[in-house]
């Protein structure tokens, strides 16, 4: 039943988008909406934005007013919204006749209110802790809930909680919060927090949270070990629409101190003064009394062959990492979290070409840093992995001819499939744009010489973490992979153009920057050099890489020159032209 739907909405979809095209050409008037997608929506925003199109040179009006048609038929609006119901008239007419459309937008109240002070209770709404928890020794429970004002408020057993001065509350009365740190002498226990009320005529309510806290100080710190592909570390609970900022991406098998769980994330100790989070179905927890994972570094060696150069750190037990990079001059840093010092000597043989420098340095307890000094200024990718139980980093030498007839390109059109990306006022998808500027870039690339690898080649679906492995496992010396940008649903579209590059490690910024500097040369706004960019096809440490949002779909000048071949073939060339540009940076440094 579900795919017959699926494939009604998509043959819904195909048809107007026909019906549209037809009613072009034979200059008949229409309204094509493409957002929002339904004319009735049900939403909490503000604003809600519009894009739609009508026949070119028509005059369109919303609600009487009248809005601008650009010259490809596009038109584009931030609707105002009221709480309740939004009803907007869509009028577009010329000599061809006229037409409307009526879309009816339903905002709900989500303003948070005081509780009636006539009625004892307490709230669902604004309840802490929302999730379950584990406490280990030390912690700090925190709770807050929302309920009649004006009341002596507990939890547990009889904690007082503090009722918040309006001031700090925006108005709201009656918002209660407290804390309590958990002692070794604390029974062992797994309930929800208790809440209790009570009034000035010695009335009581009481409620349970939701969530259920566990409080089991004599039985932590647990040992967990990594399991799956490509589990990593948080650096908290944070998290956006790209998920929550990455500390490191490891591999199975490594031990971890686990002290503690939020939710679905068990929390991570490295040091004494350092916690990470990582996503449980990442761990299986092994049994209680499992030793903690901790080792002393052995002897080093480090050496080449004829691809890479390597720095082998002899260890007793698979612990976590990290890694990040230093410019000027260039470092590769790895930190291990749990290593001791015990390195009496570093063996260091002749034939490694990148590597200038190795040493050490026990930063912290249970903090252990490697700098790799590197004899180059540009890095070229690097891998971190065990084998057995000694630390492997793998550096990729500077290849000798630095022409991009000597290299092979993984480009990336992003989304595909079901996944279609953001949609433009005329109703184009972005994987539509990008897929047509990937196989641009892809046949630039080769009458370069280059060899080149889609991730996708027509309109199919692969997740990130695919494409991902087709980058790594292909042994390709570049990966670029090309987005469309866009506004968010209550932003306006007209505001927002240009272009953008993103990078996530400091040492692939230099790409990122001569691709964004010939980007530019198109006329488009800029928009940035975005770096830290938390995207899965940033994140490998293994090969250069950059992220290209050539321009906003959803801004209709911007949308235009998407949809222009020539364009998407100058985008393309400037792309490559950026490439070229870095090559010759490289070659240039390399001389000095």
Not at 212 to 225: C, D, L
Not at 259 to 275: C, D, S
Not at 552 to 566: A, G, H, Q, R, V
Request: hydrophobic share 35%.
């Amino acid at each position: 039943m579900k795919t017959k739907l699926i494939i009604l909405i998509i043959l819904t979809q195909i048809i107007a988008t026909v019906t549209a095209q037809r009613r072009v050409k034979t200059g008949k008037n229409y309204i094509q909406i493409v957002i929002p997608e339904t004319d009735t929506v049900k939403t909490t925003l503000s604003r809600y934005r519009l894009a739609a199109n009508t026949l070119p040179a028509s005059k369109v009006l919303i609600n009487g007013k009248r809005v601008k048609v650009y010259k490809n038929g596009v038109f584009v609006h931030l609707f105002k919204l009221k709480t309740g119901e939004n009803k907007f008239s869509i009028i577009s007419k010329n000599k061809k006749g006229r037409v409307s459309k009526e879309l009816v937008f339903i905002r709900e109240d989500t303003e948070l209110k005081s509780t009636p002070e006539d009625t004892l209770r307490i709230e669902d709404e604004m309840m802490l802790p929302d999730k379950d928890i584990w406490l280990d020794e030390g912690d700090i429970l925190q709770v807050r809930m929302k309920g009649t004002p004006n009341c002596v408020a507990t939890f547990m057993n009889g904690i007082l909680m503090n009722e918040l001065p309006e001031e700090e509350t925006g108005g709201i009365k009656g918002i209660y919060t407290g804390i309590y740190k958990i002692k070794s002498t604390d029974e062992i226990w797994q309930k929800p927090v208790t809440f209790k009320l009570e009034n000035l005529s010695g009335e009581i309510f009481e409620k349970k949270s939701k969530a259920r806290i566990s409080i089991t100080p004599k039985e932590f710190p647990r040992v967990g070990v990594t399991v799956g592909e490509r589990p990593y570390l948080n650096y908290s609970l944070g998290t956006n629409r790209l998920g929550g900022a990455k500390l490191s991406f490891l591999e199975d098998g490594i031990k971890l101190i686990i002290n503690g769980k939020v939710g679905n994330q068990y929390r991570v100790k490295l040091t004494e003064n350092l916690t990470a989070w990582i996503p449980e179905e990442q761990v299986k927890l092994l049994p209680l009394g499992t030793f903690l994972p901790q080792t002393l570094t052995e002897s080093w060696n480090v050496y080449g062959d004829k691809k890479y150069d390597y720095v082998v750190i002899n260890l007793n037990e698979k612990i976590p990492y990290s890694t990040r990079q230093e410019v000027n001059p260039t470092k590769i840093i790895v930190d291990l979290y749990g290593a001791v010092a015990n390195t009496n000597w570093i063996t260091q043989h002749l034939n490694t070409s990148e590597i200038k420098n190795v040493y050490y340095e026990q930063v912290s307890t249970g903090l252990f840093r490697v700098t790799i000094e590197t004899k180059h200024k540009h890095v070229w990718g690097y891998k971190i992995g065990y084998k057995n139980k000694s630390l492997v980093i793998r550096i990729k030498r500077t290849p000798k001819k630095l022409t991009i007839s000597n290299f092979k390109f993984i480009v990336d059109a992003g989304h595909g499939g079901k996944n279609k990306g953001a949609l433009g006022a005329t109703g184009v998808k972005e994987k539509e744009v990008t897929l047509a500027i990937a196989k641009k870039i892809k046949l630039l690339l080769e009458r370069n010489g280059a060899k080149v690898i889609l991730t996708r080649s027509d309109d199919s679906y692969e997740k990130n973490s695919k494409r991902l492995d087709v980058a790594l496992n292909s042994n390709a010396d570049f990966l670029i992979s090309i987005h469309t940008n866009s506004v968010g649903m209550s932003t306006n579209p007209v505001r927002a153009s240009g272009t953008s590059t993103y990078y996530k490690h400091i040492c692939y910024r230099p790409l990122s920057q001569a691709i964004y500097k010939r980007m530019l040369e198109l006329g488009l706004k800029q928009f940035g050099n975005i770096g830290s960019f938390n995207f899965a096809l940033n994140s490998p440490t293994e090969i250069p890489n950059v992220l290209v949002e050539t321009a906003f779909i959803s801004n209709p000048l911007d949308e235009m020159k998407l949809l222009n071949k020539t364009f998407q073939k100058k985008i393309a060339e400037k792309i490559v032209r950026g490439i070229k540009d870095y090559l010759k940076e490289v070659r240039n440094d390399n001389k000095n």
